[in-house]
């Protein structure tokens, strides 16, 4: 990408839409490239069309699925808006105006999918949600209920379980610029500036965010469960952060977590022992009030040391305490453990200083959410390991990741 963006800056050409045609071009080149071959995927461009018939503006570059409707005479399309697993908006430079500009484009791409989504008619596809209730259990450390009991929840709980429905199944928006912003700091900065011009108001929330925003090296990333997500402190949930990552990476991630919900499908993601280092960027309180939903946003500044900070970092699974091991134990074998059970009372009674905190303490590992009085994991397959050298440590396992890295410890204790 970087060879082929600097022999298009070098180029001699002073015509506008063909220079843009150029870098769409190469942005269509290089998600072609990741999308795994034999799964009906396209990468095409055109327009949007959702249930009503209304198109969007139009899309430089979009993952696509299903049959859409080639535009006469051009290689451009007209696609509907529940085909459509991906979106990127390309920009040859990227500062306020086009980042200004990208936002508000993508943010009709979210509103005519939730649109399709929650409104009655149209054609309607069948979706597994697990992955928005994993989502859901991990952020809040409240256990999901099914979608049908989701008014059980308070309203501003209720909120935030929507969104991530929507999230899990919305396509991924990106705006991909080649120049513009030269920093993390400063691509974080552009995004503050242009939300604290704007104020407040309708269209600012949570859902209207790109998946991912990157310039230079540097990304902005939603935190939204598929597959980065933050947990809640008290009520605010960061939901938007910045890294240095390779952003191509990032945008793999992206996309491959959304096909492999899409088709119910793995992904060949290799050993996938290190992760990106994310700094947090923008946190939401989910308000409910005369039962209009909104939400309060809280920007967070970035000091120059994280600014230098490192982009990736080891994965390692979450060490516990032995009293902790064995609830974890226990999960892993029957499908939740009761907390007013006089049994667990006891025992945690005499190891930890209080029920309470001890299962607060359960809920940030993001590995455990509470369903009324009973605790319930929040992975799909969670493995449970010893160290030879002593300490207790828990994680998920459902790529075989906790595996691999039992493997690597014993083979370094070894050497």
């Given at each position: 990408?970087?060879?082929?963006?600097?022999?298009?800056?070098?180029?001699?050409?002073?015509?506008?839409?063909?220079?843009?045609?150029?870098?769409?071009?190469?942005?269509?080149?290089?998600?072609?490239?990741?999308?795994?071959?034999?799964l009906?995927?396209?990468?095409?461009?055109?327009?949007?069309?959702?249930?009503?018939?209304?198109?969007s503006?139009?899309?430089?570059c979009?993952?696509?699925?299903g049959?859409?409707?080639?535009?006469?005479?051009?290689?451009?399309?007209?696609?509907?808006?529940?085909?459509?697993?991906?979106?990127?908006?390309?920009?040859?430079?990227?500062?306020?105006?086009?980042?200004?500009?990208?936002?508000?484009?993508?943010?009709?791409?979210?509103?005519?999918?939730?649109?399709w989504?929650f409104?009655?008619?149209?054609e309607?596809?069948?979706?597994?949600?697990?992955?928005?209730?994993?989502?859901?259990?991990?952020?809040?450390?409240?256990?999901?209920?099914?979608?049908?009991?989701?008014?059980?929840?308070?309203?501003?709980?209720?909120?935030?379980?929507?969104?991530?429905?929507s999230?899990?199944?919305?396509?991924?928006?990106?705006?991909?610029?080649?120049?513009?912003?030269?920093?993390?700091?400063?691509?974080?900065?552009?995004?503050?500036?242009?939300?604290?011009?704007?104020?407040?108001?309708k269209?600012?929330?949570?859902?209207?965010?790109?998946?991912?925003?990157?310039?230079?090296?540097?990304?902005?990333?939603?935190?939204?469960?598929?597959?980065?997500?933050?947990?809640?402190?008290?009520?605010?949930?960061?939901?938007?952060?910045?890294?240095?990552?390779?952003?191509l990476?990032?945008?793999?991630e992206?996309?491959?977590?959304?096909?492999?919900?899409r088709?119910?499908?793995?992904?060949?993601?290799?050993?996938?022992?290190?992760?990106?280092?994310?700094?947090?960027?923008?946190?939401?309180?989910?308000?409910?009030?005369?039962?209009?939903?909104?939400?309060?946003?809280?920007?967070?500044?970035?000091?120059g040391?994280?600014?230098?900070s490192?982009?990736?970092?080891?994965?390692?699974?979450?060490?516990v305490?032995?009293?902790?091991?064995?609830?974890?134990?226990?999960?892993?074998?029957?499908?939740g453990?009761?907390?007013?059970?006089?049994?667990?009372?006891?025992?945690?009674?005499?190891?930890?200083?209080s029920?309470?905190?001890?299962?607060?303490?359960?809920?940030?590992?993001?590995?455990v959410?509470l369903?009324?009085?009973?605790?319930?994991?929040?992975?799909?397959?969670?493995?449970?390991g010893?160290?030879?050298?002593?300490?207790?440590?828990?994680?998920?396992?459902?790529?075989?990741?906790?595996?691999?890295?039992?493997?690597?410890?014993?083979?370094?204790?070894?050497?």
């Amino acid at each position: 990408m970087k060879a082929e963006s600097k022999a298009l800056a070098d180029y001699d050409l002073k015509h506008a839409p063909s220079i843009g045609n150029m870098y769409e071009g190469l942005s269509s080149k290089i998600l072609d490239s990741a999308v795994p071959p034999g799964l009906d995927l396209r990468v095409v461009d055109g327009f949007i069309v959702d249930a009503q018939g209304n198109m969007s503006g139009q899309i430089d570059c979009m993952l696509v699925t299903g049959e859409g409707e080639q535009i006469p005479y051009t290689k451009s399309y007209k696609w509907p808006i529940w085909d459509v697993l991906a979106v990127i908006e390309v920009k040859k430079n990227l500062y306020g105006a086009e980042l200004a500009d990208s936002f508000h484009h993508l943010r009709q791409v979210a509103e005519s999918f939730s649109n399709w989504l929650f409104t009655e008619g149209g054609e309607k596809r069948s979706f597994s949600l697990a992955p928005a209730m994993r989502a859901f259990s991990t952020i809040t450390g409240v256990h999901a209920p099914r979608y049908a009991d989701r008014e059980s929840l308070p309203e501003p709980l209720q909120l935030i379980y929507h969104t991530l429905v929507s999230e899990q199944i919305t396509p991924i928006l990106i705006v991909f610029g080649y120049n513009g912003y030269k920093s993390e700091t400063g691509l974080r900065e552009g995004l503050y500036g242009f939300l604290k011009d704007r104020d407040s108001g309708k269209g600012y929330g949570v859902p209207s965010f790109p998946h991912q925003i990157t310039c230079n090296g540097n990304s902005l990333v939603k935190l939204t469960g598929q597959p980065y997500m933050a947990p809640m402190e008290g009520d605010y949930w960061t939901f938007y952060g910045s890294t240095k990552s390779n952003p191509l990476w990032v945008m793999i991630e992206l996309i491959w977590t959304k096909i492999a919900n899409r088709f119910c499908i793995g992904m060949p993601w290799g050993e996938d022992l290190d992760v990106e280092v994310i700094h947090r960027l923008i946190e939401a309180k989910a308000v409910v009030e005369n039962g209009q939903g909104g939400w309060m946003l809280n920007y967070t500044s970035m000091s120059g040391e994280d600014d230098v900070s490192i982009h990736q970092e080891a994965w390692t699974p979450v060490f516990v305490s032995d009293t902790q091991f064995v609830i974890f134990n226990q999960l892993c074998n029957k499908e939740g453990v009761d907390i007013t059970e006089p049994a667990f009372v006891e025992y945690i009674s005499k190891k930890e200083k209080s029920v309470e905190a001890f299962v607060a303490d359960l809920q940030k590992t993001g590995l455990v959410s509470l369903d009324g009085t009973t605790l319930r994991l929040t992975t799909a397959e969670l493995m449970c390991g010893i160290f030879p050298e002593g300490g207790f440590a828990v994680g998920e396992n459902n790529t075989g990741r906790m595996t691999r890295y039992m493997h690597r410890k014993m083979h370094e204790k070894q050497a």
